[in-house]
Every structure is written in structure tokens, then in C-alpha cells.
């Protein structure tokens, strides 16, 4: 397929399914060795709805023993950011004195990151990591330190793997570009 229509937007095809796949095996295998072995059992906090996919096949490629939480944040209208993060659904769990891998699908300005740092210092956690999918270095504004990047992508509209226009998308295996 050459183009994909959703709603009012038409997108090309951007990054294969290989691809990510190839890319998640390299960031699990970093995961894997900070990990491995390790005597505490670490939380991968899975951030809804974008990061399920990538949660999904990252979670079969960890050999270190990890608990899975949710939470779930919004800040998207349609393609662009609001600026405005805000807690659709709180932390699923209680991490007082957990490490955190947060499993972020995408990163763009940082704002979400910069609040899922807040929530989790302010719930007790005793360390955050960020793990992404996919880093728009050019967009990321903030300091925080994103410690396991998949892949580096340009700073446009994507769909798939995850990741959605107004809800749709998500189920796609490859990831696609805005036309423009």
C-alpha cells in the first residue's frame, strides 16, 4: 500500500515493521544488560494507549523479572500538541521505593515526560529511566535525560505501531508519515 487514508489526512509509509522490530531488540538489549540480574523487581510503566504495542514486544525480549503498571496521560488534539498534559487515568499501582522504566511510544517536546517525572517522584518512586519508541530530538525541549531511544525520527505527524490520529491508526504493524 502506498498511501493510507484516516479522516481528513492521507499518509506515506515512514519506518517498516522490520525496522522497529530491529530496534527494539537493540534498546531491549540495553535494557537487558543495566537489568539483568538485578535483585529488586523494576516497574515498566506503560503509558496508554500509545506505548501498548511497543510494551507488548518489548516485554518479550526482557529476560530480568519486571512488574507491569499503567498510567495513562493525554496531551494530542488531533496532530499537534496542546501543550496541556493532563492524568486520564492514574498510576495502577502503588511505587513507593520502586525503580521505574517508563515505556513511552513517542517523545516530542517532553512535556509528558517532564510530568510522568513529577507524578513518580511525588508517588515515592526511587528512580525513573525513560524508554522510547521513537525521539524527536529536534522537537525535545526539556532536560530530563532519555535513557533508551529505539529510534531517532524528524519532527512530523506519524501514525501507527501504537500511535494514532484521533484514535485511529494504532493497529497499524508499520509506521506512517503525514503526507504532505
Known amino acids: ?20 522490530e ?15 540480574g538485578c535483585e529488586d523487581i523494576p516497574i515498566l510503566l ?48 502503588d511505587i513507593t521505593g520502586r525503580r521505574v522504566i517508563i515505556v ?3 517523545v516530542d517536546t517532553g512535556e509528558t515526560i517532564t510530568e510522568l517525572k513529577r507524578i513518580l517522584r511525588e508517588k515515592g518512586a526511587k528512580e525513573s529511566r525513560i524508554c522510547t519508541l ?8 526539556k532536560d530530563e535525560k532519555i535513557d533508551y531511544v529505539a529510534l531517532k525520527i524528524e519532527n512530523r505527524f506519524i501514525v501507527g505501531f501504537g500511535l494514532d490520529y484521533n484514535e485511529l491508526g494504532r493497529n497499524l504493524k508499520d509506521i506512517w508519515i503525514l503526507d504532505a
Not at 1 to 20: A, G, Q, R, V
Not at 51 to 60: A, C, N, P, R, T
Open 1 to 20: 500500500m502506498d498511501k493510507l487514508t484516516l479522516f481528513d489526512k492521507t499518509f506515506k509509509p515512514y519506518i517498516s515493521n522490520e525496522e522497529i
Open 46 to 93: 506503560c503509558v496508554l494507549n500509545g506505548s501498548i504495542m511497543f510494551m507488548g514486544e518489548l516485554m518479550k525480549r526482557l529476560d530480568f523479572r519486571c512488574q507491569i503498571v499503567s498510567i495513562k496521560l493525554t496531551s494530542y488534539a488531533g496532530t499537534s500538541t496542546t501543550g496541556v498534559v493532563k492524568t486520564a487515568v492514574g498510576l495502577t499501582a
Open 134 to 141: 521513537l525521539f524527536k530530538e529536534d522537537a525535545y525541549r
Open 22 to 36: 530491529k530496534a527494539i531488540d537493540r534498546v531491549a538489549e540495553k535494557l537487558n544488560g543495566d537489568f539483568r
Open 104 to 106: 513511552e511510544d513517542i
